[in-house]
């Protein structure tokens, strides 16, 4: 069993930052793709960012140039940089992760979310 455990979500004035973690523990053998999504208020789950093992990247377009995504493979974790905020980054944002289990099946696994508010 393997579980995601975000962290640093909150109420930031736009034109703020913030730096959201998330760590995965248990039954890992390697992580392929880690990713965040973000889900507005009647809106669906959209992809806001992406990293391999490798290192490679990927961000939604409205997010480009403000938003790094990061991992350090040592600890299983990735972050998620977000500066010079908006309202409309407001939202729950999720971590997911492509997980290789001890038993050398990938599965697929989600983080329980964490708020992230931008006020104007």
Not at 8 to 17: I, N, P, R, T
Not at 30 to 35: A, C, L, P, Q, T
Not at 53 to 82: C, E, H, P
Not at 88 to 116: F, L, R
Request: charged share 15%; hydrophobic share 30%; glycine share 10%.
């Amino acid at each position: 069993q393997v579980q995601l455990v975000e962290s640093g979500g909150g109420l930031v004035q736009a034109g703020g930052s913030l730096r959201l973690s998330c760590a995965a523990s248990g039954s890992i053998f390697s992580i392929n793709v880690m990713e965040w999504y973000r889900q507005a208020p009647g809106a669906q789950r959209e992809l806001v960012a992406a990293i391999t093992s490798g290192g490679s990247t990927n961000y939604a377009d409205s997010v480009k140039g403000r938003f790094t995504i990061s991992r350090d493979n040592a600890k299983n974790t990735v972050y998620l940089q977000m500066n010079s905020l908006k309202p409309e980054d407001t939202g729950a944002y999720y971590c997911h992760a492509e997980v290789q289990t001890a038993t050398k099946y990938t599965y697929s696994y989600w983080g329980q979310g964490t708020q992230v508010t931008v006020s104007s």
